[in-house]
């Protein structure tokens, strides 16, 4: 069975930082690309970061190009996201999901609250 | 960068009626790269059609998905209770991902 987990949301103050962690299991991780999705409070799914199945590619929305870094550790099967210099308007939950052309998975969220 | 735009925002029914919601993108798209997706409230979202009109697995039958070039529907032949929820089209690309803003379909 196919899981996605995501970890390490948080309440941060604006300016802060915070990494993220996607835990898969149930499929060869290192086969996939793997994206990260995130959704605001009352607000619709935005893509956020997507890298390719050995880490060489990643690509970034334009609003968080430059403050988010996409990784992944296919020994450890885990995606990250690292965030820095977050805003107010990062506050969201965020999903990390496997693209098989479509995201067809997608974990259960963390929920980052980005707030003074 | 291609917008998709879904109408309506919200669609009330009842139960046993037919659901029809529009995703229009800002140009035309390869359908082998729509898809759209289900959310309920506290659950991921859950790919329904990919390829614009092939269901995904499991997936009932009630739902189809049709179109190309920028206009693209989904079709719930017969709303059952479990169907309630927010359903987003998606396109992607080789170096971009989009959703469209979402249509809640509520029980009237």
């Known amino acids: 069975e196919v899981q996605l987990v995501e970890s390490g949301g948080d309440l941060v103050q604006p300016g802060g930082s915070l990494r993220l962690s996607c835990a898969a299991s149930g499929f060869t991780f290192s086969a996939y690309w793997m994206h990260w999705v995130r959704r605001a409070p009352g607000k619709g799914l935005v893509w956020v970061s997507g890298?390719?199945?050995?880490?060489?590619?990643?690509q970034y929305a334009d609003s968080v190009k430059g403050r988010f870094t996409i990784s992944r550790d296919n020994a450890k099967n885990t995606l990250y996201l690292q965030m820095k210099g977050l805003r107010d308007d990062d506050t969201a939950l965020y999903y990390c999901a496997r693209a098989k052309g479509d995201l067809d998975y997608w974990g259960q969220g963390t929920l980052v609250t980005v707030s003074s | 960068e291609i917008v998709l735009t879904q109408s309506p925002g919200t669609l009330s029914l009842s139960p046993g009626e037919r659901a029809t919601l529009s995703c229009r993108a800002s140009?035309?798209?390869?359908?082998?790269?729509f898809a759209w997706y289900q959310q309920k409230p506290g659950q991921a979202p859950r790919l329904l059609i990919y390829?614009?009109?092939s269901r995904a697995t499991g997936i009932p039958d009630r739902f189809s998905g049709s179109g190309s070039g920028t206009d693209f529907t989904l079709t719930i032949s017969r709303l059952e209770p479990e169907d309630f929820a927010v359903y987003y089209c998606h396109l992607y690309g080789s170096s971009f991902r989009t959703f469209g803003q979402g249509t809640k379909v509520e029980i009237k």
């Open positions: 890298i390719n199945s050995d880490g060489s590619i990643t």
């Open positions: 390829g614009a009109s």
């Open positions: 140009q035309s798209v390869s359908s082998s790269n």
